[in-house]
């Protein structure tokens, strides 16, 4: 049977496509934008049929009608990592969530360890061989297309066709709906004078030549503006985004210094613009690979010079990085932070930066303090931990003592807190 009529004879409307899902069947979703929103669409409106079904993602953009504490015994979100859509129900207990590094998730799906009976994700139009893209969302969704009793993809003329190990064969699909809506743009974080400052003192350590790895939210986009001027940096991350593009256009990218897969930039989920997504499509200089590629810290580290950039909620004057929880409360997750900051410390004259604000609710709180607030989900742990940044200066404190990282932090903290931090840091004999 010809390419084409496969094609045909798999499309479904979605109502009809999400039949392929039985009881007690583990969804399998592709990161942010990834999310097919008219098979999930289909799913929050029939969730009444089911029992025990789970949809598990990480990062939802869109909070559809299965997130719903009444209906979690037929539909229930299992994150990887909260989101807007996801945080309420985590911090209430009716979305469930499995704890991860992002670089293992692959492994764990491979494993039987978490279940892929189905995947729904978004896909690019199918090409002349008969292959989709899963360019928006490749992460572990790659390692559930291997696993999966079916696979239903959502076509859509706005997903672009990227290269890279992102590919599904139409032989390998179980049922296909054509969508035409615009691929959801997520913007750039608002930067206020903090996080400017905090970027310049990152921005003024990373050389020319460098790899970057460069996380989501308005300090690592902050960073990524003050580096216009810079030359020849490559891109080696887990994101793409609009940051990562005025970095190309700006012709501060040219990958060509890379010491590993030089002339491409490598990524394993893109969360931007329309401009960003038509800027991946059919791009040579771009390949989107699962996150056991993108996020492995030996692969990652083959970059000499790679630079990690990733943002924290609070750290202690160990160094310990409480960078997913306010306490015990959840708010995001692990992702990609230990991932990048462990490849970063193996890489060649590699940088690991950890960035934050001094303070939080308009300075009354310190975010560098003595122990982590009771609870708080440890993120990058005080032996990965390199170099962390505030609006006041950089503290190096790998390879330093108990007390050498008290002082550091402390003369980085907010100066309306160095006294008491001082103070506390003697109570605890560490200074």
Excluded at 116 to 130: E, K, T
Excluded at 189 to 216: E, F, H, R
């Amino acid at each position: 049977m010809s390419i084409q009529s496969q094609y045909q004879q798999k499309r479904r409307e979605a109502i009809d496509a999400v039949s392929v899902v039985r009881d007690g069947d583990f969804i399998v979703v592709p990161t942010g934008v990834g999310e097919p929103p008219a098979l999930l669409t289909a799913l929050s409106e029939q969730r009444l049929r089911w029992r025990d079904v789970k949809v598990g993602q990480i990062l939802p953009v869109r909070k559809f009608g299965y997130f719903d504490p009444e209906t979690v015994e037929h539909v229930r979100h299992v994150s990887f990592f909260f989101g807007a859509a996801s945080r309420a129900g985590g911090q209430a207990g009716w979305v469930d969530f499995i704890p991860s590094y992002f670089s293992e998730m692959p492994t764990l799906i491979e494993r039987g360890q978490i279940p892929a009976d189905v995947v729904f994700a978004m896909a690019s139009p199918m090409d002349q061989h008969g292959y989709f893209s899963l360019s928006l969302g490749t992460d572990y969704t790659m390692a559930a297309v291997a696993k999966a009793r079916a696979i239903v993809l959502e076509v859509n003329p706005n997903v672009p066709f990227a290269f890279g190990a992102c590919h599904v064969h139409i032989s390998q699909v179980s049922a296909l709906v054509e969508s035409g809506e615009a691929v959801m743009e997520v913007g750039l974080p608002k930067i206020g004078p903090v996080q400017q400052a905090i970027g310049k003192y990152v921005a003024d350590m990373i050389d020319d030549g460098s790899t970057l790895q460069i996380g989501y939210g308005g300090i690592p986009d902050a960073v990524v503006m003050q580096l216009t001027a810079k030359r020849d940096l490559g891109i080696h991350t887990e994101m793409i985004g609009d940051g990562i593009l005025t970095l190309i256009e700006s012709g501060a990218v040219t990958n060509r210094r890379k010491t590993f897969m030089p002339g491409r930039m490598v990524a394993t989920f893109a969360l931007g613009s329309n401009k960003l997504y038509r800027f991946m499509d059919r791009n040579p200089a771009l390949e989107m690979h699962p996150v056991d590629f993108t996020n492995d810290p030996y692969v990652a580290s083959r970059n000499d010079n790679l630079v990690a950039i990733n943002a924290t909620l609070q750290i202690d004057l160990l160094g310990q990085c409480g960078s997913e929880s306010l306490g015990a409360v959840p708010y995001s997750g692990t992702g990609g932070q230990s991932d990048f900051v462990r490849a970063a410390n193996r890489s060649r004259d590699g940088k690991a930066f950890i960035v934050l604000p001094s303070t939080a609710k308009d300075d009354s709180i310190s975010r560098i303090v003595p122990t982590l607030t009771p609870g708080a989900h440890v993120s990058t742990s005080k032996n990965d931990i390199n170099y962390v940044v505030t609006e006041h200066g950089v503290a190096q404190l790998r390879g330093k003592s108990a007390k050498q990282r008290a002082q550091a932090l402390i003369q980085i903290a907010h100066p309306v807190f160095r006294e008491e931090l001082t103070a506390q840091a003697r109570q605890l004999n560490l200074l």
